[in-house]
């Protein structure tokens, strides 16, 4: 018996966690297990983030909450992009979701219609395409290589905009590769989207804080102020206070986009959990020398994999600009042989070999529509990434013509 209707038969389960969930059970087995498959900072969220959730719990502030959010919480995300973006929205602007994840669903539930297209520029985070199927919209993936410095350009913009297509998605800094775009390569892109009105934007900029390089963030909708009417930014605080688990994300656009989001929210979750609001509230309004701590940590250990990774034959490796991954080319090595004669013919078959018989587990590049690569998540200790570096190269040596 088949329990799914034929969207949900449409899609897979999200490629990271089933692969850190596989690591998992190896190392539930007893396996010595480096897990570099998802992207979580490896540290606690400060302090007051804690104490401020315990404070709404001992106080009972733990009844349903109002659907876009509390008032405070989105005074916070306000104050948030008029101090960090420079940009000003109005409290009906700004929603609560329970992760930058769940404001995707919200978006695309209310706006797609059957075969509406969304432009998503590859690689790209392994959610993406599986969201928009699930809510009857078509993925239009573009592939943007290394040459390309993983971004989409205006002219491959122009040239991957229909009559139907109705959002594109941007990610900067990006998972899985780092790439920053800069003010003048998103103006470039608002020039095109200027001569079309119909196509709106989102703007994922959840990595915004893990800045590796003196590479600077720059916000979409600051760098193209003309087209803010038809930008949604999402953010949350997973990732720049250590807060996965939280699950609380925040978006920003028109007063009635957000409003339809809103009633999305109304009918599905209700509200995000109180308690998880008040710490969110915290980790915005509290002292922010955290989020740059965090970064330079970032920073420190992608030094280490890049230095690392330099000593490995076949590999080929960018340092990124931000976000906590390494998205490293192994096209080089592909179609050669294990110890047992196994060809490694693509990069899932090479994440498996390096998962079962070197026990480092990582994202293969498919899972982002970039085959040909692997992700390693740099959110680890120093220790585990120097074993990790030296698990790949022990892989990499071990291989035949
Ligand atoms: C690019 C990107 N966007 C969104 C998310 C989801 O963030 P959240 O924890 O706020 O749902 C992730 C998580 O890995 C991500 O990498």
Redesign the pocket.
Known sequence: MTFENTRAAGIKSSPSMAIAMAAKKLAAEGRDIIDLSL?EPDFEPPAHVAEAAAEAIRKGRVRYGAAAGMDSLRQAIVAKFSRENQLEYKIDEVMVAN????ILFDVFLATLEPGDEVIIPTPC?VSYGDIVSLHGGDPVYVSCGPEAGFKIDAATLEASITPKTRWLML?SPS?PTGAIYSDSEYQALGQVLARHPRVLVIS?E??EHVLLKDVPFVSFAQACPELRDRTLI?N?V??AYAM?GW?V?YAAGPKALIAVLNKMQSQSVTSVSTIAQAAALAALTGDQAFVGQGAQTFAGRAKIVADRLAQIDGVDFTPPDGAFYAFIGIQRLLGRKTETGQVLADDPAFAAHLLQQFGLSSVPGAAFGAPGFIRLSIAASDRELEGACDRLGAMVASLKD
């Open positions: 992207g992760g930058a994840k769940q985070w990610n998972n994922d959840i990595y999402v949350g997973s990732k996965t699950r994300g």
